[in-house]
């Protein structure tokens, strides 16, 4: 099983600001089954990142993915109020299709 | 548009078992998988299955191997969960999403509480 480890574990940023988030696997995974959630309160997660570094439909391009092997990141540029949520990096390269444990971003 | 509309809140005891539907509409229903996923009160995602709506082939959490059956039917284009054996630490939102491989899951259900309690 891949084991993925988010960090850190909560993050509290202001509007306009930039921010990194971690992702680090337990053994190499394929970039093309990297993929980045957005889970917001009484909503559904959305999916937005894939292969790494694509970003989904809709999905502003103040997000972005990188990474490859081991070591995986979501940046957000330029923070707006609704980024406000927790952020989840999954694996769905081989079962089971492991998530990390989130990252929580508080918007100041 | 794609869409997958789940069924509504359950209230079930301990012991008990659930079972969760997943309607699935707007594409080709067996081209792609299912997964399920469940989010207990303040705790992460927790992906719990795996099943391909194409051949019904299936992969399980090992942790909920014994207790959880996913299944689909093509006429009503439709994908079920079923949980038994229910415990007060099964109480979660669950989730049904659509896998598409490469991409991940791109589409998901709105989810079901799933409430254990005696």
């Known amino acids: 099983e891949t084991v993925l480890t988010q960090s850190p574990g909560t993050l509290s940023l202001s509007p306009g600001e930039r921010v990194t988030l971690s992702c680090r696997a337990s053994q190499t995974v394929s970039a093309t089954y990297l993929a980045w959630y957005q889970l917001k309160p009484g909503q559904a997660p959305r999916l937005l990142i894939f292969g790494a570094s694509s970003r989904a439909p809709g999905v502003p391009d103040r997000f972005s993915g990188s990474g490859s092997g081991t070591d995986f990141t979501l940046t957000i540029s330029r923070l707006e109020p609704e980024d406000c949520a927790v952020y989840y990096c999954q694996q769905h390269g081989s079962p089971p299709y492991t998530f990390g444990q989130g990252t929580k971003l508080e918007i100041k | 548009q794609v869409q997958l509309v789940q069924s509504g809140a359950e209230v079930k005891k301990p012991g008990a078992s659930v079972k969760v539907s997943c309607k699935a509409s707007g594409y080709t229903f067996t081209t792609y998988g299912f997964s399920w996923v469940r989010q207990a009160p303040g705790q992460g995602l927790e992906w719990m299955g795996w099943?391909?709506?194409?051949?019904?082939?299936?992969h399980y959490a090992q942790n909920l191997q014994a207790r959880v059956t996913l299944t689909t039917d093509t006429s009503t284009t439709t994908a079920s969960m079923e949980l038994r054996s229910l415990r007060s630490d099964d109480t979660a939102i669950y989730y049904c999403?659509?896998?598409?491989?490469?991409?991940?899951?791109?589409?998901w259900g709105q989810g079901t509480m799933v409430t254990v309690s005696s």
């Open positions: 999403a659509r896998l598409v491989r490469g991409v991940g899951f791109d589409i």
């Open positions: 099943i391909s709506a194409y051949n019904g082939d299936t």
